[in-house]
């Protein structure tokens, strides 16, 4: 079956950066749309980033605009999200998904996606 794994999360200080990964097992992440989403209790998950396979094309979160980076290496089927200048506020479980059907183009809606990741925690705090 179809599976994306994650790792990277942690509890880091304000101000610093992790690095998230989701490696797609069993599928190639080639012609895919890979996004990243965030969830705190009480609230439905938000789209944080996502990146087109086809153009490379790349949107991100009003909220995390110029701090975050998603990436792909195709060789180790492997997408990331760069995490830096974290803030408290950026505290939630991520989750990373893939979309078959569907490109994004702004928004990063979580209905177009089909496959997702456990999640990871990120909790930033002094």
């Known amino acids: 079956q179809l599976q994306l794994v994650e790792s990277g999360g942690g509890l880091v200080q304000p101000g610093t950066s992790l690095r998230l990964s989701c490696e797609a097992h069993r599928f190639s992440l080639d012609w895919h749309t890979m996004g990243w989403f965030r969830q705190v209790p009480g609230k439905g998950r938000e789209g944080v980033s996502c990146?087109?396979?086809?153009?490379?094309?790349?949107y991100y979160g009003d909220s995390v605009k110029g701090r975050f980076a998603i990436s792909i290496d195709r060789r180790t089927n492997t997408f990331y999200l760069n995490l830096n200048t974290l803030q408290p506020e950026d505290s939630a479980i991520y989750y990373c998904a893939v979309a078959e059907y569907h490109r994004c183009s702004g928004p990063i809606l979580e209905q177009e996606y089909n496959y997702w990741g456990q999640g990871t925690q990120v909790t930033v705090s002094s």
């Open positions: 990146l087109n396979d086809n153009d490379g094309s790349r």
